[in-house]
């Protein structure tokens, strides 16, 4: 190997040319930074994951097990997809109609992901429900939702925003799952977590917080697995 190649050698000029690059915002810059020194961006690229969301849905899984073989699962607003591929590899999607069944569904397009069907709907639609059902041949196991909206940079209005979409994924959840389901749910803590936890309380028999380690340190998100689901009665 001659000096100045291989992966290190790669890895410092790609390093040099980010924090070089012409005509590219300092934010941009940074992120860019951030990426190449992310671990789970590494090990997503070596596993196929289309992103390192992944990783947080792997490891609230490890804990909940919530993702059985068999499970009929929606994911919310699935792009680009790394939260589909673990529900597919893990309720064993499209294996010969024995397995589980996955629905990948996003307002904007998707590519395909093996095992999954993808819709591009918006679940707000009040026909949306109904078509999660007829694509999944009954009602859901688990609704997913890693979902965040664009953000303003200004924090009380971004966490309104994300209160807002995540009440709307409950309430998604609340007229698709079968009784004793489970909701899993991204907010971001900014002090109106309050009620939706008593909403999730009087939804489902228990509620769990996680904060997975693949969520960065200084990221105000966490997850709330919602399980018991007790029916719309």
């Not at 792009?79 to 397995?99: F, I, K």
Request: aromatic content about 6%; hydrophobic content about 40%; overall charge positive.
């Amino acid at each position: 190997m001659t000096r100045g190649s291989g992966p290190r050698a790669s890895g410092r000029r790609l390093s040099e040319r980010v924090k070089t690059a012409k005509g590219r915002s300092t934010g941009s810059t940074h992120w860019l930074q951030r990426q190449l020194k992310d671990p789970y961006v590494a090990e997503a690229k070596r596993r196929g994951f289309r992103s390192r969301a992944a990783f947080k849905l792997i490891e609230i899984d490890d804990k909940t097990r919530l993702l059985k073989p068999g499970a009929r699962v929606v994911d919310l607003g699935a792009a680009p997809g790394g939260w589909t591929q673990v529900a597919v590899e893990r309720v064993h999607a499209g294996e010969g109609g024995r397995g589980g069944r996955v629905v990948a569904a996003d307002i904007i397009e998707m590519g395909s992901v093996p095992g999954a069907q993808v819709l591009r709907l918006d679940f707000l639609d009040p026909k949306a429900p109904d078509a999660v059902k007829a694509a999944l041949d009954g009602p859901v196991d688990v609704v997913l939702s890693d979902m965040a909206p664009g953000t303003t940079g200004h924090p009380e209005t971004d966490h309104l925003r994300i209160m807002g979409l995540v009440e709307a994924a409950l309430g998604f959840a609340a007229e698709v799952l079968k009784p004793g389901g489970a909701f899993v749910a991204k907010i971001f803590q900014g002090g109106g977590e309050a009620a939706f936890v008593e909403d999730l309380r009087q939804l489902f028999t228990t509620v769990r917080r996680i904060k997975p380690l693949a969520s960065r340190s200084e990221s105000a998100e966490l997850y709330f697995v919602a399980t018991g689901f007790k029916g719309r009665g």
